[in-house]
Nanobody, 113 residues
Framework: QVQLVESGGGLVQPGGSLRLSCAASGIILRTATMGWFRQAPGKDREWLTTITDGGTIDSLDSVKDRFTISRDFAKNSVYLQMNSLKPEDTAVYYC???????WGQGTLVTVSS
């Protein structure tokens, strides 16, 4: 079964950090292009960052200095390290496998004091 399962969301204070995880099953990360998106309340889903099968990373300019994508082939997982979080980062965060258009169920990140 092909599946992506995100975890690691939660409530964090402004300026804090979180690391989101995306565990893949039925997908071989070495041959997959993976990405992270987010959707804030009342807004469209927004692309954040991508890592290709070859390891090339591309990121949205507004988050590239704070958010970092990485992957662990042994754990078949992709991660999103988020630092210096702001209230406007509050959203549901999703991972995606691009070739088949597979999405995870999302994990909620709330940045609030």
């Amino acid at each position: 079964q092909v599946q992506l399962v995100e975890s690691g969301g939660g409530l964090v204070q402004p300026g804090g950090s979180l690391r989101l995880s995306c565990a893949a099953s039925g997908i071989i990360l070495r041959t997959a292009t993976m990405g992270w998106f987010r959707q804030a309340p009342g807004k469209d889903r927004e692309w954040l960052t991508t890592i290709t099968d070859g390891g090339t990373i591309d990121s949205l300019d507004s988050v590239k200095d704070r958010f970092t994508i990485s992957r662990d082939f042994a754990k078949n997982s992709v991660y999103l390290q988020m630092n210096s979080l702001k209230p406007e980062d509050t959203a549901v965060y999703y991972c995606k496998e691009f070739s088949r258009g597979i999405w995870g169920q999302g994990t909620l990140v709330t940045v609030s004091s």
